[in-house]
């Protein structure tokens, strides 16, 4: 079941269309931009911007980790197209319980200095939030909207996915907004479908986006992963990756993404098709790294070991400019395959990253968990654990985090309690405590160290703070096995 509700999750955020009805959509006009404090970069004026430039909002968060991961791509962005009249502002609200706040968001921006290269806004009042985040039904962040040079919103979605793409073409003035907003409308529908477990009227809508978009690569992998995991229509899944294949086979993403939905359906018939898709990948690009990754995980994923090494160390070497895409590749390195032979490729890889982005906790994150659970190298790990809590102290998400993991992770738990304690103190204390999702891990933490009375105590206050009903049960439960005081 577990399992079940993970693949729908992530099937759901894949796509940007609301799940349910929404009044701002794409190839709407843009709403006002009505911000309180311009924290970096000039005031922009949306209505002054038509008929003159691109602007990019986008919407993010001093304590979501994701955000934060974003920043350098961002930049990235505004460099790119800083002569083609392109805008990208950073728009954050108020959140008092998660200590979101004007001054944060001022220590945090200046700290990132020209790391967070463009223009940055607060939302004091939630207006913006409401005018443009609520009104198109988008609940995660980060989230971009694209508004064209006539001020109308071109797209919407993660600013790692599809951003780049959109963004050019936006610029070019070769941009089919309309065609988007059907696709937007689709994705909407086939969000709603996913979440009423409905997978059948899902491909449904899939395949009509499919008819407007043959390139469209994202609804292909998820019709294959509908068909090969939620309806076990193997021979149906095989047919639609060999189809994908055939209408994506001039976009290395497109071919790369159809060969890791197909290296995870674990049969030799979608290996040899992933085949297929990986040496097409590389024939159009041979010098692009997520092409050799696509390449390794399925060299690892079929038992060629000496040949997946010899990938990965390819692999490494064209990643070097990329702190981001070093860390990911660690992680894969880092899993089962091959062996466990990659591990010294895996931490080679993760130093990469550090090197190039010195006490980036999302990097040393990484590092920690390839020391613990791979190297098992006990003393290495809480070392690097206790320079990630120095590192991360304003994200409380990512502390919180990494001290859950560490509490429940059957790798970990036990053995880094007063690790995971450090670091849910301080998640606790930058977020102002708040923040019963924090304060519920400060209690697991409190217990599993020994502070029994200070963990059911906790217990009480996350329970009186929470605000998901659906979470409460958990809770009540975690009290009673605190005031019972057993393990």
């Given at each position: 079941?577990?399992?079940?509700?993970?693949?729908?999750?992530?099937?759901?955020i894949?796509?940007?269309?609301?799940?349910?009805?929404?009044?701002l959509?794409?190839?709407?006009?843009?709403?006002?931009?009505?911000?309180?404090?311009?924290?970096?970069?000039?005031?922009?004026?949306?209505?002054?911007?038509?008929?003159?430039?691109?602007?990019?909002?986008?919407?993010?968060?001093?304590?979501?980790?994701?955000?934060?991961?974003?920043?350098p791509?961002?930049?990235?962005?505004?460099?790119?197209y800083?002569?083609?009249?392109?805008t990208?502002?950073?728009?954050?609200?108020?959140?008092?319980?998660?200590?979101?706040?004007?001054?944060?968001?001022?220590?945090?921006?200046?700290?990132?200095?020209?790391?967070?290269d463009?223009?940055?806004?607060?939302?004091?009042?939630?207006?913006?939030?409401?005018?443009?985040?609520?009104?198109?039904?988008?609940?995660?962040?980060?989230?971009a909207?694209?508004?064209?040079?006539?001020?109308r919103?071109?797209?919407?979605?993660?600013?790692q996915?599809?951003?780049?793409?959109?963004?050019?073409?936006?610029?070019?003035?070769?941009?089919?907004?309309?065609?988007?907003?059907?696709?937007?409308?689709?994705?909407?529908?086939?969000?709603?479908?996913?979440?009423?477990?409905?997978?059948?009227?899902?491909?449904?809508?899939?395949?009509?986006?499919?008819?407007?978009?043959?390139?469209?690569?994202?609804?292909?992998?998820?019709?294959?992963?509908?068909?090969?995991?939620?309806?076990?229509?193997?021979?149906?899944?095989?047919?639609?990756?060999?189809?994908?294949?055939?209408?994506?086979?001039?976009?290395?993403?497109?071919?790369?993404?159809?060969?890791h939905?197909?290296?995870?359906?674990?049969?030799?018939r979608?290996?040899?098709?992933?085949?297929?898709?990986?040496?097409?990948a590389?024939?159009?690009?041979?010098d692009?790294?997520?092409?050799?990754?696509?390449?390794?995980?399925?060299?690892?994923?079929?038992?060629?070991?000496d040949?997946?090494?010899?990938?990965?160390?390819?692999t490494?070497?064209?990643?070097?400019?990329?702190?981001?895409?070093?860390?990911?590749?660690?992680?894969?390195?880092?899993?089962?395959?091959?062996?466990?032979k990659?591990?010294?490729?895996a931490?080679?890889?993760?130093?990469?990253?550090?090197?190039?982005?010195?006490?980036?906790?999302?990097?040393l994150?990484?590092?920690?968990?390839?020391?613990?659970?791979?190297?098992?190298?006990?003393?290495?790990?809480?070392?690097?654990?206790?320079?990630?809590?120095?590192?991360?102290?304003?994200?409380?998400a990512?502390?919180?985090?990494?001290?859950?993991?560490?509490?429940?992770?059957?790798?970990?738990?036990?053995?880094?309690?007063?690790?995971?304690?450090?670091?849910?103190?301080?998640?606790?204390?930058?977020?102002?405590?708040?923040?019963?999702?924090?304060?519920?891990?400060?209690?697991?933490?409190?217990?599993?160290?020994?502070a029994?009375?200070?963990?059911?105590?906790?217990?009480?206050?996350?329970?009186?703070?929470?605000?998901?009903?659906?979470?409460?049960?958990s809770?009540?439960?975690a009290?009673?096995?605190?005031?019972?005081g057993?393990?």
């Amino acid at each position: 079941m577990k399992r079940f509700l993970l693949l729908v999750a992530a099937m759901t955020i894949s796509l940007t269309g609301p799940a349910g009805a929404a009044d701002l959509s794409v190839g709407d006009p843009a709403p006002a931009l009505t911000v309180t404090d311009w924290v970096k970069g000039s005031p922009v004026d949306l209505a002054s911007a038509k008929g003159k430039g691109v602007v990019v909002l986008e919407f993010w968060a001093t304590w979501c980790s994701p955000c934060i991961r974003s920043i350098p791509h961002l930049t990235e962005l505004q460099h790119r197209y800083a002569n083609r009249g392109v805008t990208i502002v950073g728009v954050t609200d108020h959140d008092e319980e998660k200590n979101n706040t004007l001054e944060t968001v001022r220590e945090f921006v200046t700290k990132k200095g020209a790391k967070m290269d463009y223009t940055v806004a607060f939302d004091k009042e939630g207006n913006v939030d409401k005018a443009f985040m609520e009104a198109a039904g988008q609940e995660g962040i980060p989230t971009a909207f694209v508004i064209d040079r006539s001020g109308r919103i071109a797209w919407i979605g993660h600013p790692q996915d599809g951003l780049d793409d959109v963004l050019e073409d936006v610029v070019a003035g070769t941009y089919d907004i309309e065609l988007a907003r059907q696709i937007f409308g689709l994705e909407g529908k086939i969000n709603e479908a996913l979440q009423g477990g409905d997978f059948e009227k899902a491909i449904e809508y899939a395949d009509q986006i499919i008819a407007l978009k043959p390139t469209n690569s994202g609804v292909w992998s998820l019709k294959f992963r509908l068909q090969a995991f939620m309806l076990d229509d193997r021979d149906q899944a095989l047919a639609t990756a060999e189809r994908a294949i055939a209408a994506l086979t001039d976009s290395v993403s497109g071919l790369v993404g159809i060969s890791h939905a197909l290296i995870g359906a674990e049969e030799p018939r979608f290996h040899k098709l992933a085949g297929r898709s990986v040496e097409r990948a590389l024939a159009l690009a041979p010098d692009d790294p997520e092409a050799f990754s696509a390449q390794y995980s399925l060299l690892a994923a079929t038992g060629r070991d000496d040949e997946a090494l010899r990938v990965a160390n390819r692999t490494i070497a064209l990643m070097k400019g990329d702190p981001t895409g070093l860390a990911e590749f660690a992680r894969t390195l880092s899993s089962p395959d091959p062996k466990n032979k990659c591990n010294d490729l895996a931490l080679r890889a993760v130093e990469l990253a550090i090197n190039a982005e010195p006490g980036e906790p999302y990097h040393l994150q990484t590092k920690f968990d390839i020391l613990a659970t791979c190297k098992q190298d006990r003393k290495a790990a809480e070392n690097i654990g206790r320079y990630l809590i120095e590192q991360a102290a304003d994200d409380s998400a990512l502390l919180n985090g990494f001290a859950w993991d560490l509490l429940t992770n059957e790798a970990t738990a036990g053995k880094y309690n007063a690790l995971a304690l450090a670091a849910a103190e301080k998640a606790n204390q930058v977020s102002g405590g708040k923040d019963w999702m924090i304060i519920d891990t400060l209690a697991l933490a409190k217990f599993e160290n020994g502070a029994v009375k200070e963990a059911v105590e906790l217990e009480k206050k996350a329970i009186e703070l929470c605000t998901n009903e659906k979470a409460l049960p958990s809770l009540k439960e975690a009290l009673e096995r605190f005031e019972s005081g057993k393990e």
